[in-house]
C-alpha cells in the first residue's frame, strides 16, 4: 500500500529493476541442478553451481544498486527528507 501522511509519501516503493534480485531465488530450486556430474576441481555439479551462485547473487544486487541509486522514490518533486525525519519517533 502506499499513501500520503502529512506530505511524506509512505508504502512500499516499487521499481522494476527490483525484479532482478528473484534471479538468485533460483537458486533455491535444488532439483535444477542436484547432480555429481560434471564435475569441476573435483566438486560435484552440485556444490560449485552454489559456489557460483554467490557471485551471481553478489552482481544481481549490485546491479539493482547502481541502477537505482540515484532514483527518487517521488518522480517529479525535490527530495527533502532530513536527517530529523530519519530519527525514530521523528516528534517535532
Same mark, same amino acid.
Request: no cysteine; aromatic share 16%.
Given at each position: 500500500m502506499s499513501g500520503k501522511? %502529512?506530505?511524506r509519501v509512505t508504502g512500499l516503493q516499487i521499481s522494476?529493476? *527490483?525484479?532482478?534480485?528473484l534471479i538468485p531465488?533460483?537458486?533455491l530450486v535444488t532439483p535444477?541442478? *542436484?547432480?555429481?556430474?560434471?564435475?569441476?576441481?573435483?566438486?560435484p555439479f552440485f556444490y560449485?553451481?552454489?559456489?557460483?551462485?554467490?557471485?551471481?547473487?553478489?552482481?544481481?544486487?549490485?546491479i539493482v544498486y547502481v541502477m537505482t541509486k540515484g532514483a527518487p522514490v517521488?518522480?517529479?518533486k525535490p527530495d527533502r527528507l532530513? %536527517?530529523?525525519d530519519l530519527d525514530e519517533g521523528g516528534q517535532r
Amino acid at each position: 500500500m502506499s499513501g500520503k501522511a %502529512a506530505g511524506r509519501v509512505t508504502g512500499l516503493q516499487i521499481s522494476a529493476w *527490483n525484479l532482478v534480485l528473484l534471479i538468485p531465488l533460483l537458486m533455491l530450486v535444488t532439483p535444477w541442478f *542436484n547432480f555429481d556430474k560434471p564435475r569441476f576441481l573435483g566438486l560435484p555439479f552440485f556444490y560449485w553451481f552454489q559456489f557460483a551462485f554467490v557471485f551471481v547473487g553478489v552482481a544481481a544486487v549490485a546491479i539493482v544498486y547502481v541502477m537505482t541509486k540515484g532514483a527518487p522514490v517521488v518522480k517529479g518533486k525535490p527530495d527533502r527528507l532530513a %536527517a530529523e525525519d530519519l530519527d525514530e519517533g521523528g516528534q517535532r
